[in-house]
């Protein structure tokens, strides 16, 4: 399941992308924009920074940006700067020590086809794919 951090994050990240321009966003605004908490954006975004996602300045005129274009952020690369690994079993993360059963186990195809079926997804929908997505009237996330 995919957390109100990680949701958030992606929120967050439309919120600059169609601000992008070069000039940098005070997170007081997207918090503003988003209908979110303040202290809940500034504890997200050190994440998106230290991932390489975006980058700040200080003091005046400063604010936050995205390091890239949005057609070249993905979902995926997201929500595993916010979330970390998304696999749906402990066997199938990052850096996992191999499982004894694996060879006997019946159920480890099912969870790495539906870790596949994740991972090809949100690596397929891009920052500006939701960017130009229209918004039906009942919008929520």
Known sequence: MIS???R???????????????DYIPLKEVAERQGLSLKYVERIVPVLKE??????????????????DPDRYTLWEI?????????????????????DRAAECKTLPVWKDYYKLTKDYFSGITLADLMSAPIPDNYVI
């Not at 991932?51 to 890239?68: A, E, F, I, N, P």
């Not at 916010?82 to 066997?91: F, Q, R, S, W, Y």
């Open 4 to 6: 109100t951090k990680g």
């Open 8 to 22: 958030y994050s992606i929120r967050i990240m439309i919120d600059l992308a169609e601000r992008a321009g070069g």
């Open 51 to 68: 991932k390489g996602l975006v980058d700040s300045v200080h003091g005046k005129g400063g604010g936050y940006r995205l390091t890239k």
């Open 79 to 99: 929500l595993n700067a916010t979330e970390g690994d998304l696999a749906p079993v402990a066997c199938l993360e990052r850096g996992a020590a191999p499982c």
